[in-house]
T-cell receptor, first 116, second 116 residues
Framework: KAGVTQTPRYLIKTRGQQVTLSCSPI?????VSWYQQTPGQGLQFLFE???????NKGNFPGRFSGRQFSNSRSEMNVSTLELGDSALYLC???????????????FGEGSRLTVL | AQSVTQLGSHVSVSEGALVLLRCNYS??????LFWYVQYPNQGLQLLLK??????LVKGINGFEAEFKKSETSFHLTKPSAHMSDAAEYFC??????????????FGKGTLLTVNP
């Protein structure tokens, strides 16, 4: 069965632009969570969606937003990009609402964003 | 709030040698603890997890970890390193206020290098 698919895999933007990243979870998975990975800060939790509702979010500014569609696909958006937003953005899916408790997450390969 | 600390951002071992990656956690409640592995240009994969059952947890690829409450540790070991073990390893803890409000907090990661 297909894994978690993230698009695009690589992208370059300039400061002030906005970006939208997409995540298609494993078929049947209803929870999608997003993470930012940087060399300095490591992996940081952005937010989690379950059945189109944001259930939890990390400590990121309002420039970071997301949504989930009825087919469980999720998008995250970053507006007014800053140099510090350069990172690998990972999404993970889980079957049910306790994936973030049990750690049964399936990660995509990530979208690598470079902000110039 | 939960947190994890990984001691050593880079560990280098010879092929066939013992692998020991250290993780200490902080949690106000009995934790769920995890080790994930990330190979180059890939997402994270769950290696093993502790969920308050057996304190010695066995995972994939010959890895295991022991939960020691008295030391607040969850170190990852493998008796004999293989070249294919070269990757970055993340310790993580799950925390939340109950119900479905959970999120994963990751350590900064340990890069494992295996020398021939």
């Amino acid at each position: 069965k297909a894994g978690v698919t993230q698009t695009p895999r690589y992208l370059i933007k300039t400061r002030g632009q906005q970006v939208t990243l997409s995540c298609s979870p494993i078929s049947g998975h209803r929870s999608v969570s997003w993470y930012q990975q940087t060399p300095g800060q490591g992996l940081q939790f952005l937010f989690e969606y379950f059945s189109e509702t944001q259930r939890n979010k990390g400590n990121f500014p309002g420039r970071f937003s997301g949504r989930q569609f009825s087919n469980s696909r999720s998008e995250m958006n970053v507006s007014t990009l800053e140099l510090g937003d350069s990172a690998l953005y990972l999404c993970a899916s889980s079957r049910d609402s306790v994936g973030l408790k049990t750690g049964e997450l399936f990660f995509g390969e990530g979208s690598r964003l470079t902000v110039l | 709030a939960q947190s994890v600390t990984q001691l050593g951002s880079h560990v280098s071992v010879s092929e066939g040698a013992l692998v020991l990656l250290r993780c200490n956690y902080s949690s106000s409640v009995p934790p769920y603890l995890f080790w994930y592995v990330q190979y180059p240009n890939q997402g994270l994969q769950l290696l093993l997890k502790y969920t308050s059952a057996a304190t010695l947890v066995k995972g994939i690829n010959g890895f295991e970890a022991e939960f020691k409450k008295s030391e607040t540790s969850f170190h990852l070991t493998k008796p004999s390193a293989h070249m294919s073990d070269a990757a970055e390893y993340f310790c993580a803890v799950s925390g939340g206020s109950g119900g479905s409000n959970y999120k994963l907090t990751f350590g900064k990661g340990t890069l494992l290098t295996v020398n021939p």
